[in-house]
C-alpha cells in the first residue's frame, strides 16, 4: 500500500541532534505523530535517558533540543513492517539542516539507516549513527539495552 507522510517535522532553530525513523506506523498515522504505537518504547526510553516524564511529546522535543522526522516522504508499505518498505521517495532535509544547528543525525533503526545512506547521506554528506529500533518487532532488544544505546543522544546536546 502507498503511504505518504503526513505531518511535519519536530524541530525548531535550537535543534542540535536529528532522529530519523524510516515511516510512521499505521497507529503513529491514525494519531499523528512519532512512535505512538503503544508498545513502541521510544518515549520510555527518552524518558530515562533524559529523566524526565514526558507530558508533551513535541515541547520535550523542542526543550532537550532534539529535532524528529522520517526518512521516507513516501513508500509502498505493508501494515507497519520496514522490511516490506520499497519504492521509497525520501524526505528533504534541508529545511531542518538550512534552519536548525544539527550537530549529529541518528536514524532509529536498521531500515531507516539503510534508506539514509541510500538517498540522504549522498545529498547532505552528513554520516549517521545507527540507533536499534525501539519498535516491538525489535524483541532482542530489552528496554534496558535500548536506554543504555541512546543515552548516546546526551553526548551531542548542550545542557
Known amino acids: 500500500m502507498k503511504v505518504y507522510h503526513e505531518f ?17 506506523s ?26 524526565e516524564e514526558i507530558l508533551d511529546k513535541k515541547e520535550f522535543c523542542l526543550k532537550h533540543h532534539i529535532a524528529l522526522w522520517d526518512t521516507c516522504a513516501s513508500c509502498e508499505i505493508r501494515a507497519s ?14 529545511m531542518i539542516l538550512k534552519k536548525a544547528k544539527i550537530k549529529q543525525i541518528f536514524t532509529t533503526g536498521k531500515k531507516a539507516h539503510e534508506i539514509y545512506q541510500k538517498y540522504l547521506y549522498p545529498i547532505y554528506k552528513k554520516e549517521d549513527i545507527c540507533l536499534s529500533s525501539t519498535s516491538p518487532a525489535n524483541a532482542k532488544k530489552s528496554l534496558e539495552d535500548l536506554i543504555q544505546e541512546y543515552k548516546v543522544l546526551l ?3 548542550k545542557k
Open 81 to 94: 513492517s520496514d522490511a516490506s518498505i520499497k519504492k521509497i521517495v525520501p524526505n528533504d532535509l534541508s
Open 8 to 24: 511535519p517535522p519536530v524541530f525548531d532553530e535550537n535543534s542540535e541532534i536529528l532522529l530519523l525513523g524510516s515511516i510512521p
Open 155 to 157: 553526548n551531542y546536546i
Open 26 to 51: 499505521v497507529k503513529s498515522r491514525e494519531e499523528g505523530f512519532y512512535y505512538m504505537h503503544p508498545k513502541n518504547r521510544f518515549w520510555k526510553v527518552l524518558e530515562s535517558v533524559f529523566q
